[in-house]
């Protein structure tokens, strides 16, 4: 699988920068990735899939993020909404569906910020209302990655009780309304809109989940490794440009582009450590919130030293260093809870780093 996942990178990257560029759907890396059998690392062989275990699905996650960001936010969100279809009870929707998300014969993503990071005070963004044949759904997702491109959308409302639903929102469904994708600082190819939803009605053949108290429960051991996979795959993309640039430094320059180079090569090690340990079921007990910020710091600091050893060149919009550098600011807020934020910025800010029972809710 090696051999493959190196192509695949190389092929990736090939496009990444036209991508972003362009700022359009990103066509033909996405047939890289059916090519590369992508579509089948999260789906279980009885449904033609691969379910990769948690070490190789990192390698390949990274390996995804190293040739093109963008395609590694979609691939992601859509592996984030199968696995809520193979984590639910509904086997007659896992045998509809299942067999033809491997194929890539239909495309779908995730629409749930609005009950993990993108909470709002006050009023659900999306609620749910229960009738006799299953439920309205009104509100809005603020995130979703390539809705313009999918056959439905996971997403999840809260009803009046405070209990949660988990559905599948067909996008040609009456009351649904995509939004134009938004200007992004980086990652535009990925097509990531606001979707809205008025007044749709659900039968239950689009539930996943019935109420309960939460609907996001079930997900998979690597789901808490999946940005920092990205992360680490990035950062991966953002050493290989510094030791283009750095070749020619001597010196204390040359020193400081090893350092960093350096702790690139540890917290990488330090991942590929607890995805092994995730292989033997020790999630529990993996510092995921530090992982994260341990990623998150490193990525700030290969993004300032590739620019600063780019030079002019690394502030044209059409060269990958400022494209790798804009996408590493991505990960200050791709799913970042307060405690990772927080940690994150005492780092930079040199201050200290409160406890996580301290943060706010």
Partial sequence: MDDGLKQLTKNLSRLATHYDVEGVWPEKSIQHLTDAGAWTWVIPEQYGGMQLDPMLQVR??????????????????????????????????????????????????????????????????????????????????????????CDFIVTGAILSDGQQVLAMVPTDAKGVVLDRPMNLMALEASQTCEVRCRSVRLGKEHILRDASDNALQ????????????????????????????????????????????????????????????????????????????????????????????????????????????????FFLVWSATDEVRAKTLARFLDAPEMPSKSLPN
């Avoid at 040359?254 to 090690?269: K, M, P, S, V």
Wanted: glycine share 8%.
């Fill in 60 to 149: 390949a996650y990274e390996a995804v993020a190293a040739g093109c960001m963008a395609c590694l936010l979609i691939l992601t969100q859509r592996d984030g909404a199968v696995e809520f279809i193979i984590g639910s009870d509904r086997d007659d929707l896992k045998d509809k569906w299942l067999p033809l998300l491997c194929k890539h014969k239909v495309m779908t993503s995730v629409g749930i910020s609005q009950l993990t990071t993108s909470k709002r005070r006050g009023k659900a963004a999306m609620q749910a209302e229960a009738v006799r044949d299953g439920y309205i759904l009104n509100g809005f997702m603020p995130w979703v990655t390539g809705a313009h491109e």
């Fill in 218 to 329: 079930r997900r998979t051991p690597v789901k808490s490794l999946v940005v920092s996979s990205a992360g680490l795959g990035l950062a991966g993309a953002l050493a290989n440009k510094i030791k283009r640039h750095s070749r020619e430094s001597s010196g204390h320059l040359a020193d400081l582009a090893d350092d960093a180079l350096t702790r690139y090569t540890a917290i990488r090690e330090r991942i590929f450590k607890t995805a092994a340990r995730l292989d033997k079921g020790d999630g529990d007990e993996i510092p995921k919130a530090e992982i994260r910020v341990s990623v998150n710091e490193l990525l700030m600091r290969l993004a300032m030293t590739c620019l600063t050893f780019a030079k002019g060149s690394g502030f044209i919009r059409q060269r990958d260093a400022q494209r790798l550098a804009r996408e590493a600011m």
